[in-house]
């Protein structure tokens, strides 16, 4: 099936214009705009253009290895794959429930995740966009200016990552390449003096989280009519939810809410995901498109993430998060709000809540424990999911007799979204480029409504040379008549 | 939270950027493995999977910082040179080149820039799950033969 503007009626002489790879996003993205001769938008795609072989890349393995191998498929969100992976895992060795210590440990290291990915997707990938505006200065649009402008705020970002790498450091083992979660429970718990480290930083970094909630709800309501409309569209909504309804990032059921807010399904257990959610597969993308099977691909697509966790849930439990989450359900007026900027706001509401929840994990005793792995009975089958920083991310294993891993399935947070955001791009082409020409800054706005959703193309390599933004504009007979790239402009040819 | 170590931190900070996955790419890990065997004095040896803004932090209080990184193109089999800070496009990524490190050094911290050096290894292959190949393995003694003989003169 083909959504509007998805494929154009008749795409031969139409004008083509390619961003790739977009910038602040990571990995291999790249997004495709067909402009007629009055340059009327008839057609926008979000490409993935690298095919990752992920896999491929884990079958084979003895499963244990898997926890630490899958780490390397992604330098942005390691942990995430980590303890999706040691979830997973779990099951194949035969462990429902861990131990107090282990859960706890487990939790703390993903808050700590969350916590400092959050940071710098607000401080540093968007700030610039939402403090200066979308087609400002490019030369000032990036967190060297924001540092210039707002040098307390660029501050608040730095230290915040260190603080949620230092949490993953203390509960890993490492700042990165970390080996804290393993099948059945974690191989370390936390000293008395390591958490008083980090407990004498945590109050302080709760204020600054407070901060940064109010600097978002700010530029929000500000602007509330930008914001409420920019690339904004009704969707469904998916994540895990906790026991009652609470927001939990690190374990719980599958929820899912229909545009309006009702649910579709509840209390679903993740380990048979693949009787709600299937996918669909486009010619034009290496990517899928994930959507509810019950509802079929055009009605059941769906939006992960921030802005579906905020208002899936039915409470936060941490008290200064749940008071800002009242207060951005009420901004909805009773209904579920569809802004795509307001990713940003539900974004630093989590930030607030892992901060929370982060103190409250240094305040238990259980994580100094030393009731660290349980056994059980094995099993072929393994499903781990968790609420990573860009959204529900499932890592599903088949382990054979000989302990090594013969099939693996994984969908990441980014694929959920996938239709999501070719929906909210092809929303702003439509309101901002139709009729107008193209520059930078027009073509910015594409990048601002992707960047919301804080995609994790990934999971490229970053060798030196190998990072540049390319925006290349083709004529109706498909010559490349101009190339800009980010910190220079030169002609083709 | 402060901006500023604590005490007893090594004048020299070495950080190797890579994924030991991805092929050419892990020649920035295994360049920090290699030099922990040599257990050199006053050196701290750090790895990552990519430069990112908090790194700035690790460069406070320093007398020397050498970056190593696998290079896509360039000299072979490697280059060796001084960085200087730099709001590059890599200033709006995900993963931050050396002089964008820099650059936010001086933006976040009131500290003396120290001097700081890329030591940029020439790679080939980057695919995920494949070995490193036998060029960059080259390359890459030969970058650490010029770097020890440099860090221990």
Redesign the interface.
Same mark, same amino acid.
């Given at each position: 099936m083909s959504f509007e503007l998805e494929t154009a009626a008749n795409p031969a002489g139409l004008q083509r214009v390619v961003i790739e790879p977009v910038s602040r996003v990571e990995g291999h993205g790249k997004v495709s705009i067909l402009l007629d001769d009055d340059d009327q938008v008839k057609q926008v795609r979000l490409h993935i253009v690298e095919f990752r072989g992920f896999e491929k890349f884990i079958q084979g393995r003895p499963y244990w290895e898997i926890p630490v191998m899958v780490q390397r498929l992604c330098g942005i969100c390691p942990v995430s794959h980590h303890l999706a992976a040691a979830k997973a895992l779990d099951q194949v060795v035969g462990v429902d429930h861990l131990t107090p210590t282990a859960d706890k440990i487990r939790r703390l290291m993903h808050y700590g995740q969350i916590l400092q990915s959050h940071a710098l997707h607000f401080f540093h990938l968007s700030s610039p966009d939402l403090l200066f505006g979308f087609d400002s200065e490019v030369a000032k649009r990036n967190i060297v200016g924001v540092a210039a402008e707002f040098p307390e705020i660029a501050r608040q970002g730095v230290l915040l990552r260190r603080f949620g790498q230092e949490v993953i450091r203390v509960t890993a083992g490492k700042r990165v390449h970390g080996t804290g979660a393993i099948p059945g429970g974690v191989n370390k718990a936390v000293t008395r003096e390591e958490r008083d480290v980090l407990l004498k930083d945590i109050y302080q970094i709760i204020g600054w989280c407070r901060s940064a909630v109010a600097l978002a709800k700010r530029l929000h309501l500000a602007n509330a009519g930008l914001y409420n409309s920019f690339g904004a569209f009704r969707s469904n909504l998916l994540s895990l939810v906790g026991p009652r309804g609470a927001l939990d990032l690190y374990h719980g059921t599958l929820r899912a809410r229909d545009s309006a807010g009702e649910i579709i399904f509840d209390g679903v257990d993740y380990s048979r995901y693949w009787e709600y959610l299937t996918e669909e597969v486009k010619p034009w993308s290496y990517m899928k498109f994930p959507y509810i099977r019950e509802l079929g691909a055009e009605e059941g697509w769906y939006k992960v993430g921030p802005l579906a966790r905020v208002q899936n849930c039915d409470f936060i439990p941490t008290p200064f998060a749940d008071a800002e989450r009242r207060e951005f359900v009420d901004f909805g007026g009773g209904l579920p709000v569809h802004a795509t900027l307001a990713y940003h706001w539900a974004r630093m509401i989590e930030l607030l809540f892992s901060a929370e929840a982060i103190k409250d994990l240094l305040h238990d005793d259980d994580i100094l424990g030393d009731e660290l792995v349980v056994e059980g009975e094995h099993r072929e089958r393994g499903v781990g999911v968790i609420e990573a920083p860009r959204g529900t991310l499932i890592h599903h294993y088949r382990v054979n007799e000989d302990d090594v891993v013969v099939r693996a399935n994984l969908i990441v947070s980014t694929t959920h979204n996938n239709q999501a955001m070719n929906e909210s791009i092809r929303h702003v082409a439509k309101r901002y480029l139709n009729g107008r020409k193209l520059t930078e800054g027009l073509l910015n706005h594409i990048e601002v409504a992707i960047r919301a959703f804080d995609p994790c193309l990934s999971c490229a390599t970053h060798a030196l040379g190998r990072m540049p933004l390319r925006i290349e504009l083709f004529d109706a007979e498909g010559a490349c008549i101009d190339t800009l790239v980010k910190d220079s402009h030169e002609r083709c040819g | 939270?402060r901006?500023n170590p604590g005490p007893g931190i090594a004048p020299r900070l070495i950080i190797g950027?890579?994924?030991?996955?991805?092929?050419?790419?892990a020649i920035g890990?295994l360049a920090i493995e290699r030099l922990e065997a040599l257990a050199l004095p006053d050196v701290e040896l750090? *790895?990552?999977?990519?430069l990112?803004?908090?790194h700035?932090?690790d460069l406070v209080g320093r007398r020397e910082v050498v970056f190593i990184?696998?290079?896509?193109?360039?000299a072979a089999p490697f280059s060796f040179e001084p960085a200087a800070p730099a709001?590059?496009?890599?200033? *709006?990524?995900?993963?931050l080149?050396p002089a964008a490190v820099l650059?936010?050094f001086l933006?976040?911290t009131d500290e003396p820039l120290p001097p700081a050096f890329?030591l940029?290894v020439r790679?080939y292959e980057?695919?995920?799950?494949a070995p490193m190949s036998a060029a960059a393995a080259r390359n890459l003694d030969a970058a650490l033969e010029m770097l020890v003989s440099r860090l221990t003169d």
């Open positions: - | 939270m901006l950027i890579g994924n030991p996955s991805r092929g050419d790419d890990p750090l *790895t990552d999977f990519q990112q803004v908090e700035a932090l990184d696998a290079a896509a193109s360039g709001a590059d496009a890599s200033a *709006t990524s995900h993963a080149s650059q936010a933006r976040v890329v940029a790679g980057f695919e995920l799950g």
